[in-house]
């Protein structure tokens, strides 16, 4: 209908531009973010990470005793940027907490008896008549103009630091296994639902679809507590059974349709030349069978690698064996404030998902829809 509709077409063509601008504008924000400092993360946002940012700071100045005597006047000098924080552009600067942004740069602000003078460069004089008094310094708030500061720092702290690079290869031995095992479970099954004749074949049929509607959250206490009375709770082997099982009724579902929509001539051909059912499955069907196992393939990587509940309750929280989604829950619970150590970690969480998908997206829709029109 869309196709034959010039209006609908370009509703159709600007509804997928928007949702693709709708998910690419958060992943290029956090992919920014994760390379800024802490300072500029929590001023401002992403979107100005190009330009020069405005920070708003209170620096003291030295301790009275730094004072020096010169020409009848006492001296205290130096430069509200320290080397942590980096060099700015003053652009304006106070004495009081009421009118911090009071004075231009170079101007003489007076309090009590002392005069005081901030440079554009961050270089501070305070001059007074009679010897200063004290142990604290003069309290100097100061608005500057910061060029944008980029760093790797996030990422190495993330990596080597946090834990998160422990937590990556957990996560890769959870996923890798959890996504091959079911495939490989599924295509035996679904080549025997679609090309072999057995008793009770259109009932295994329709609970593998009954299946499909099954919440996990209802099997989690009974699958953990068959795991601990077998000896594999809490540990990978039981997490890969876990998700095999959670797995295999939709890739079933999928690889059936694929596969019973192949060319019959074929399949009846290979019979006709004496070739097994696994000798057919082996040659002709696997290899024609790609599209759909790609397909599911993506599904079941993106759904392993971001899980939390099935790693919990099959992994717990131990240091060892924690995943990254489990990494993540406790960097927010511990460095709510830390933006940029969040920024990176999520960015390293989401990396292997995004490059796996982009990889493998061209089979995503081929593989879904083969054989939706025509079945076995």
Do not use: C
């Not at 993360?41 to 020069?52: D, F, M």
Request: hydrophobic letters at 50%; proline letters at 5%.
């Amino acid at each position: 209908m869309a196709g034959r509709s010039p209006a609908l077409a370009w509703a159709v063509h600007l509804s997928v531009v928007l949702l693709v601008v709708l998910w690419t504008i958060p992943t290029a924000g956090l992919l920014i973010s994760s390379f800024r400092d802490r300072d500029q993360i929590s001023t401002s946002g992403w979107w100005t990470a190009l330009a020069p940012a405005e920070r708003n700071l209170v620096a003291r100045s030295k301790a009275p005793d730094a004072a020096r005597q010169e020409g009848g006047e006492w001296i205290i000098e130096g430069n509200v940027f320290d080397e942590e924080e980096g060099a700015g552009t003053v652009t304006a600067f106070g004495v009081s907490s009421r009118s911090p942004t009071a004075f231009a740069p170079g101007d003489v602000a007076e309090r009590g008896d002392a005069r005081i003078t901030v440079q554009a460069d961050g270089q501070y004089r305070i001059a007074s008549e009679q010897q200063p008094e004290g142990r604290r310094g003069t309290r100097l708030f100061v608005t500057s103009k910061e060029p944008p500061r980029w760093t790797v720092e996030n990422y190495r702290t993330v990596l080597f630091s946090e834990g998160i690079g422990r937590s990556f290869l957990n996560t890769m031995t959870v996923t890798i296994p959890a996504t091959v095992i079911p495939i490989l479970i599924a295509a035996f099954a679904a080549y025997a639902l679609a090309w072999m004749e057995f008793p009770g074949r259109a009932l295994l049929l329709a609970v593998v679809v009954g299946l499909l509607v099954v919440p996990l959250q209802m099997t989690l206490i009974p699958l953990l507590r068959l795991h601990n009375s077998i000896g594999i709770g809490k540990a990978y082997l039981g997490i890969w059974m876990a998700h095999t099982a959670f797995g295999l009724p939709l890739a079933i579902y999928l690889l059936r349709n694929y596969i019973a929509g192949l060319p019959r001539e074929i399949i009846e051909s290979a019979r006709v030349d004496g070739a097994t059912d696994f000798q057919i499955f082996l040659r002709i069907v696997l290899p024609l069978s790609y599209p759909a196992l790609a397909s599911f393939a993506i599904f079941q990587f993106l759904w392993v690698w971001n899980d939390l509940l099935v790693a919990t309750v099959f992994l717990g929280n131990n240091e060892d064996q924690l995943v990254m989604t489990g990494r993540l829950r406790e960097l927010l619970g511990s460095k709510g404030g830390e933006w940029e150590i969040l920024a990176a970690s999520a960015f390293v969480s989401i990396a292997v998902p995004i490059a796996v998908f982009f990889a493998m997206q061209k089979y995503l829709v081929r593989g879904l829809l083969a054989g939706s029109v025509k079945g076995g």
